[in-house]
């Protein structure tokens, strides 16, 4: 009988079977918070996150409030949500591109919410937009001008949505290409080999899929993927446990869970 990957003596599989963690801190870069209209989350609200969160290991959890992409929680509110969780919730502050005049004040106070605040989230096909309309060049050119990561909603129609042109605009801004284009596969790789080397593909949804996360990692590399769950939509020990179970180098894993991020943003954020 092959033996299972849990089983084998040594691995980071091993590893977390036995003790429900890793010998290093883990970056989730793409979660949420809050309740959705219609669904049930065991672990949406703060303090539930941050006791999963401790319970595996992961040290930064970068998220959006969901009701701040709706249009119903100002980003002032959040970064307050990260101040009382310092050791472990960072944010992105949410872009709704209808609100023009909101972007820009809440971008005059961005550098007053550091450290939380860490990047932009931008949902192009929620709001009903293209990447490349130009109600979100004030916001991408903010991010290029303080080289700021910038998490992008991708999905299969990401060639519909004027992705690959934006990046193109913007040499200093870090891409973070939410869902890998879940699907477009090959649009994906595009869009990281064709640009400016600021573009990495966030796992989120894809270590459910067998096989993906082998096939981007010959596509790209593991130098350019970044973990992340859509917490509290995904749960970390089935999204790493994707991760650990692919057959990829224990080096493309700790790429993937840690590095890349620490090579980003460095140790200490």
Same mark, same amino acid.
Not at 110 to 137: C, R, T
Not at 219 to 240: N, R
């Given at each position: 009988m092959?033996?299972?990957?849990?089983e084998k003596?040594?691995?980071?599989?091993?590893?977390?079977?036995?003790?429900?963690?890793?010998?290093f @801190?883990?970056?989730?870069?793409?979660?949420?918070?809050? !309740?959705?209209? %219609? #669904? &049930?989350f065991?672990? =949406?609200?703060?303090?539930?996150?941050?006791?999963?969160?401790?319970?595996i290991?992961?040290?930064?959890?970068?998220?959006s409030?969901?009701?701040?992409?709706?249009?119903?929680?100002?980003?002032?509110?959040?970064?307050?949500?990260?101040?009382?969780?310092?050791?472990?919730?960072?944010?992105?502050?949410g872009?709704?591109?209808?609100?023009?005049?909101?972007?820009?004040?809440?971008?005059?106070?961005?550098?007053?919410?550091k450290?939380?605040?860490?990047?932009?989230?931008?949902?192009?096909?929620y709001?009903?937009?293209?990447?490349s309309?130009?109600?979100y060049?004030?916001a991408?050119?903010?991010?290029?001008?303080?080289?700021? @990561?910038?998490?992008?909603h991708t999905?299969?129609?990401? !060639?519909e949505? %004027? #992705? &690959?042109e934006?990046? =193109?605009?913007?040499?200093?801004?870090k891409?973070?290409?939410?869902?890998?284009?879940?699907?477009a596969?090959e649009?994906?790789?595009?869009?990281?080999?064709?640009?400016?080397?600021?573009v990495?593909?966030?796992?989120?949804a894809?270590p459910?899929?067998r096989?993906i996360?082998?096939k981007?990692v010959g596509?790209?590399?593991?130098e350019?993927?970044?973990?992340?769950?859509?917490?509290?939509?995904?749960?970390e020990?089935?999204?790493?446990?994707?991760?650990?179970?692919?057959?990829i180098?224990?080096d493309?894993?700790?790429?993937?869970?840690?590095?890349?991020?620490?090579?980003?943003?460095?140790?200490?954020?």
């Amino acid at each position: 009988m092959k033996e299972a990957i849990w089983e084998k003596k040594g691995s980071l599989a091993e590893q977390l079977w036995n003790t429900g963690k890793l010998d290093f @801190p883990i970056y989730d870069m793409h979660g949420h918070m809050g !309740p959705a209209y %219609g #669904i &049930y989350f065991q672990n =949406c609200m703060p303090a539930d996150m941050v006791a999963h969160m401790k319970r595996i290991g992961i040290k930064h959890l970068v998220f959006s409030h969901h009701e701040t992409l709706t249009g119903f929680k100002p980003n002032p509110e959040v970064v307050e949500i990260c101040r009382e969780y310092p050791e472990h919730l960072r944010m992105y502050a949410g872009i709704i591109p209808q609100r023009t005049e909101e972007i820009k004040r809440d971008l005059a106070l961005f550098d007053s919410w550091k450290p939380y605040a860490v990047g932009l989230k931008i949902l192009p096909i929620y709001h009903n937009h293209k990447l490349s309309d130009k109600e979100y060049d004030y916001a991408l050119s903010f991010a290029d001008e303080r080289a700021l @990561p910038v998490l992008i909603h991708t999905w299969g129609n990401a !060639p519909e949505c %004027g #992705i &690959y042109e934006t990046l =193109c605009k913007y040499p200093n801004a870090k891409f973070f290409l939410a869902h890998c284009c879940f699907g477009a596969w090959e649009y994906a790789e595009r869009c990281v080999k064709e640009t400016h080397n600021n573009v990495w593909l966030e796992l989120t949804a894809v270590p459910g899929e067998r096989g993906i996360i082998e096939k981007l990692v010959g596509m790209v590399g593991s130098e350019k993927i970044l973990f992340g769950t859509d917490l509290p939509w995904f749960d970390e020990y089935q999204a790493v446990g994707g991760v650990l179970s692919a057959d990829i180098t224990e080096d493309d894993m700790r790429n993937i869970l840690y590095r890349n991020v620490e090579n980003i943003l460095g140790k200490d954020w």
